[in-house]
């Protein structure tokens, strides 16, 4: 089946300091992925459309200068955290529909658990 | 407002019974209802697809049925086992502000005792 992978599955790192995780296709494309939060107990809540070639579009309350989102290529999305702060410690996960087949179809990556301190 | 609701944060189950999970929505228009699985500090893993036209979809010990009237769909597993422990999320999809983009439900927690 289709695989998405995330790096790092998890980072600590320091208040004030930016933080990358990648998102990847490995075996289709993904002119668009998903990103996601979900806090510890809860429920997976949407917080940008990744759009290869193109800016990525945010949901309401989501900062886009805090969160910066990169798609690159058909195969790979970055998302930096700038600035972390605790409150931004989180599971983020990240989801790709593949360029072809179902359109319903999204495959998620195992996650990137971030803690910031 | 928009609220996806699945009843039962929590449903404890006997082993080789039937589970029934729950998902209300109001105030939205899917196009698409899924059902996902989440283990503990893992990525959802996809189940079940639904869409709006549909009444009932079924794979292997698991069926899921879709009532656009009630906004109401019930995601059942069959002879439970405990590996079927897990976390289930429904997710609604096709509205507005893009086909593919899921908005998630609250999740139900699933424990299956031997």
């Known amino acids: 089946g289709a695989v998405v992978s995330q790096h790092p599955s998890w980072v600590i790192c320091k208040s004030g300091t930016s933080v990358k995780i990648e998102c990847r296709s490995l075996d289709f494309q993904a002119t668009t992925m998903f990103w996601y939060r979900q806090f510890p107990k809860q429920s997976l809540m949407l917080m940008a459309t990744?759009?290869?070639?193109?800016?990525?579009?945010?949901e309401q309350g989501v900062e886009k200068d805090k969160f910066l989102i990169n798609h690159a290529s058909l195969t790979l999305s970055t998302l930096t955290v700038t600035s972390a702060h605790p409150e931004d410690s989180s599971f983020y996960i990240c989801s790709a529909p593949p360029t072809s087949g179902n359109l319903e179809t999204q495959y998620f990556g195992p996650g990137t658990r971030l803690l910031v301190l | 407002s928009q609220k996806i609701e699945q009843n039962s944060e929590a449903l404890n189950i006997q082993e080789g019974k039937t589970a029934t999970l729950t998902c209300n929505y109001t105030?939205?228009?899917?196009?698409?209802l899924q059902w996902y699985r989440q283990d503990p500090g893992r990525g959802p893993v996809f189940l079940l697809l639904i869409r709006e036209n549909e009444k009932e979809k079924r794979k292997e010990r698991l069926k899921v049925t879709f009532d656009t009237t009630l906004k109401q769909s019930l995601f059942h597993i069959t002879a439970s086992q405990p590996a079927d422990s897990a976390t289930y999320l429904c997710a609604l999809g096709g509205e507005s502000g893009g086909y593919q983009k899921v908005t998630f439900g609250t999740g139900t927690k699933l424990q299956v005792i031997p």
């Open positions: 105030n939205y228009s899917p196009a698409y």
């Open positions: 990744s759009n290869e070639g193109s800016k990525a579009t945010y």
